[in-house]
């Protein structure tokens, strides 16, 4: 049992964001400018920006898939796996576009800004909450890229559940796509 806490605990270690990463404004920012809530994930892969940004364009339900590490894959059914590759069809996203998500039947994102290879940011409506979602790439060395994961909405009715309940599904989802990205870069790397 320690063993696995340990595990989590450097998981969810491996996707806590900086303090001036938290502070900074980012693009998408703008959408919802007086969030009730604001969930802050970050995380650095061996990569270029451009051997990253495919592996997140193409994410999402109905496209790649949620990025998990093969040892989680494992217990999920084969056809609701996550891709292992770039795959050059999920390749064409652009402001306005919508893909569905795993909030619901009708949950859906629409893509709000794109600008190849730095930042999407995505815009929902779920009942009266409004959100965006922003992945943020920074290249702090040219063989590794930061990535930044902000999520903001209002109006939020029970913010006492998404703060706890919530931010630990946030949390959770976020430590294993990136966990998920970096055993798929390493496979990619390696060729």
């Not at 009708?106 to 709000?112: D, I, K, L």
Request: glycine share 8%; no cysteine; hydrophobic share 45%.
């Amino acid at each position: 049992m320690a063993r696995v806490l340990g595990r989590l605990r450097s998981a969810f270690d491996a996707v806590r964001p900086l303090p001036e990463e938290v502070t900074a404004s980012r693009p998408g920012d703008d959408l919802i400018p007086a969030p009730q809530l604001v969930m802050d994930r970050a995380f650095t892969l061996e990569g270029s920006l451009e051997a990253v940004w495919p592996w997140l364009v193409q994410l999402g339900k109905n496209r790649s898939g949620w990025y998990l590490p093969r040892g989680i894959e494992r217990l999920i059914p084969r056809r609701r796996r996550a891709l292992r590759a770039v795959d050059p069809k999920l390749q064409h996203l652009a402001v306005g576009d919508v893909i569905p998500d795993w909030g619901g039947r009708s949950a859906t994102f629409e893509v709000a800004e794109l600008r190849a290879p730095l930042t999407l940011v995505y815009r929902s409506r779920r009942g009266q909450t409004n959100l965006s979602w922003a992945i943020n790439l920074e290249s702090p060395s040219p063989a590794a890229t930061r990535v930044h994961l902000r999520l903001r909405m209002t109006p939020v009715k029970r913010q006492w559940l998404v703060r706890s309940a919530g931010e630990l599904v946030d949390l959770s989802t976020v430590a294993g796509l990136a966990a998920g990205l970096r055993e798929r870069l390493a496979t990619a790397i390696r060729g």
